[in-house]
């Protein structure tokens, strides 16, 4: 692993940090917060500074597309979180990877490049007052989801599978034309693999044979169908592209532009001698090897630490539920009850099977060392070959598209008993409006035939009790409009004791994974959808015999401990400081300026206030150009 030198790339020591006043201080070098610095820096007359807790990592297990989920569980990568024992997943203390590093999590993640629906992006402004819902939607977002893109070295999704004969009928378009949806230019180049395992073609047949068409352009705002997903990697290079990579390398050459490496913000500073009624933050206090400093921000400190770190800043600051801060002893400077709740993860159940033999898999690494040596050399000369590639075919159902495969009416059942115990709880007064909210956007969500409720992808490889020698397909089936509803709160009340760098020491990360049960209802439906699409002819000829679970499991009842047993998050957390009204138990508005401040905004995944249907990297993306834009515009520089 490479660290960077310093001064030469816009990086600084942390007494240097602090002699200077930024105009606007980032908090967390990821997804979202480079690109906001780099757009932000682009006026050479304000300074922008970045304090990130990771570093500069330059390192084939990032980089080589081969290796992705090999940082998961490396302490020199990943803060290596677990949750608290999940009640209703078999008490597990579940793993929950988060990139530590210039980059964020788009370092250590799968690259898998995708967008949700349009529909769901019509929901991002729906729990704001009536003016401001126009601001966030897919027309007011699709400008930047293609501002973030470049994908020209792929043409339109149609010829992304060589060599394969597909009907005209497999194949369908719609929504925004391929030309209009995808961007040409943008800072995070995306790719299509150039070479296929062999259970790629067979997967996408499969799903054809069951009526499940190839969707040309799932970009275009309409989700459903089987297809290929670009990644983000330069496909000339061969390598990972992560935020560092696509905004701060290009950007670190800038004068204004300062970024502290290992530096832990720790909580916000205020200027409480104000009139206003709402506060001024003037600072931020971070650590940098056991010592304290502050760094000062003359217009606006911007949150990016994600989903998990954001909201224990919040409260370490004194901004969040009054009664949580006052039993921890902590200050209340402003009561927003919602911080840290909310929390979303989508789900996922994994099948495994032993490939017949012959099928060609990246167990390939695994089994031939020739193989491994010919592709190692291959991609040190050229970036190409085996190591270029990954898997990346996913297949996004409706819940009538799984129901009508199933041939059966469970989930009809399933979305009664939901109704019914929504408007139970809301008559008992236990369910809070913000959810009532919610679930009301995610139920009309359900009926949507573009949108989708289980996303079904496959890894070309085995990922449990591999035996030597043999090839594996593994098939995961994962909801998308979780129901359940967690919490991250801070574990500590003195902000400059803990180190984030201490993998026992993470805020209370409690997701309340599968605690409503119609999640688990979707869940089963998704694992018998694995079912039939092994059980079609395509699949047939390279599927030899299922491996996990070990036994066949005909029972519901079996399938749910199965499920409750080894059910893992998807990784995409979001909603801890959701963008809602105030009165609803919103912690940013529209503009994502968190309430009751005049100069604090939140840009990551915690502000996403309904769990949307897709990977989340190049939504976030795009959620912080278009968060550029607005501080940009607000403060007129
Ligand atoms: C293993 C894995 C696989 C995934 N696969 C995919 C995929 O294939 N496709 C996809 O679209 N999405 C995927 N995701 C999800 C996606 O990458 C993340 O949800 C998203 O990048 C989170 O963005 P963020 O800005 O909210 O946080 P991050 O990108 O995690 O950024 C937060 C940054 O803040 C820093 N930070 C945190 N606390 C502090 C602090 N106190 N002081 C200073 N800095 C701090 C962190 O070090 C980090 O750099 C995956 C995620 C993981 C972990």
């Known amino acids: 692993m490479a660290s960077l030198p310093s001064a030469s790339h816009g990086l600084h020591s942390a007494d240097k940090f602090c002699t200077l006043t930024f105009d606007y201080l980032v908090i967390g070098g990821g997804n979202a917060g480079l690109p906001i610095a780099a757009r932000l820096s682009e006026n050479p007359d304000v300074i922008v500074g970045v304090l990130e807790a990771g570093t500069v990592v330059e390192d084939p297990v990032i980089d080589v597309p081969r290796n992705v989920g090999a940082a998961i569980g490396r302490p020199e990568f990943d803060y290596c979180l677990s949750t608290e024992p999940q009640l209703t997943a078999s008490q597990r203390?579940?793993?929950?990877?988060?990139?530590?590093?210039?980059?964020?999590?788009?370092?250590?993640?799968?690259?898998?490049?995708?967008?949700?629906?349009?529909?769901?992006?019509?929901?991002?402004?729906?729990?704001?007052?009536?003016?401001?819902?126009?601001?966030?939607?897919?027309?007011?977002?699709?400008?930047?989801?293609?501002?973030?893109?470049?994908?020209?070295?792929?043409?339109?999704?149609?010829d992304t599978f060589p060599g394969f004969s597909r009907s005209e009928e497999d194949v369908f378009r719609s929504g925004v034309p391929f030309e209009k949806s995808v961007g040409m230019k943008g800072a995070v180049k995306t790719s299509y693999n150039s070479l296929w395992a062999d259970v790629t073609q067979p997967y996408i047949q499969g799903w054809n044979t069951l009526g499940v068409p190839t969707n040309a352009n799932p970009y275009g705002g309409n989700k459903s169908g089987v297809y290929n997903l670009r990644r983000a990697i330069d496909i000339e290079k061969g390598k990972r592209v992560h935020a560092s990579v696509a905004y701060f390398k290009p950007a670190s050459h800038r004068k204004n532009l300062k970024v502290l490496l290992g530096a832990q913000a720790a909580r916000l500073i205020f200027d409480t001698s104000a009139s206003h009624e709402d506060i001024q933050v003037t600072g931020v206090e971070f650590i940098v090897d056991g010592k304290t400093f502050v760094a000062n921000a003359r217009k606006e400190v911007i949150l990016s630490a994600g989903t998990v770190q954001t909201p224990q800043i919040l409260e370490l600051s004194g901004i969040g539920n009054a009664k949580f801060l006052e039993a921890h002893n902590i200050e209340c400077i402003v009561d927003l009850p919602s911080v840290g709740e909310n929390v979303t993860e989508h789900v996922f159940i994994p099948t495994q099977y032993l490939a017949k033999e012959g099928t060609k898999t990246f167990d390939e690494f695994r089994n031939n060392p020739q193989f491994l040596a010919e592709q190692t050399a291959l991609y040190e000369a050229t970036g190409r070959g085996w190591l270029a590639a990954a898997d990346a075919n996913a297949c996004f159902n409706s819940i009538e598209t799984v129901s009508r495969i199933n041939g059966n009416d469970t989930l009809k059942s399933a979305i009664s008993a939901l109704k019914e115990q929504i408007a139970l709880e809301t008559k008992n007064g236990t369910l809070s409006r913000v959810h009532q909210a919610q679930f009301d956007i995610q139920l009309e969500l359900l009926e949507k035939k573009q949108t989708a409720t289980l996303e079904t992808f496959h890894m070309s490889k085995g990922i449990v009790a591999v035996e030597p020698g043999q090839s594996y397909l593994a098939l995961f089936?994962?909801?998308?409009?979780?129901?359940?509803?967690?919490?991250?709160?801070?574990?500590?009340?003195?902000?400059?004791?803990?180190?984030?760098?201490?993998?026992?020491?993470?805020?209370?990360?409690?997701?309340?994974?599968l605690s409503n049960n119609f999640d688990v209802a979707l869940l089963l439906a998704g694992y018998r959808l694995m079912e039939k699409l092994v059980n079609t002819e395509p699949m047939k000829k390279i599927v030899q015999h299922q491996t996990l679970p070990p036994i066949i499991l005909s029972k519901d009842e079996h399938v749910e401990a199965f499920i409750r047993q080894a059910a893992q998050p998807g990784l995409h957390i979001m909603g801890s400081a959701i963008m809602a009204s105030r009165e609803l138990g919103g912690v940013v508005d529209a503009r994502l300026k968190v309430y009751g401040t005049r100069n604090l905004r939140i840009v990551d995944a915690s502000i996403i206030p309904v769990p949307l249907a897709c990977h989340v990297q190049a939504t976030i993306y795009a959620i912080a150009e278009k968060a550029a834009d607005m501080i940009i515009a607000d403060k007129s520089v």
């Open 93 to 158: 203390n579940i793993a929950l990877a988060r990139g530590k590093m210039l980059g964020g999590s788009t370092g250590i993640n799968y690259t898998v490049w995708d967008r949700a629906s349009s529909a769901e992006y019509d929901t991002l402004g729906r729990l704001l007052d009536p003016a401001d819902q126009h601001e966030w939607c897919w027309d007011s977002l699709l400008p930047y989801l293609t501002k973030v893109e470049d994908a020209s070295s792929i043409s339109e999704a149609g």
């Open 477 to 513: 089936s994962g909801i998308q409009h979780p129901f359940s509803r967690g919490s991250i709160h801070t574990r500590f009340t003195d902000p400059l004791k803990p180190s984030i760098h201490d993998s026992l020491n993470p805020p209370i990360l409690d997701p309340k994974l």
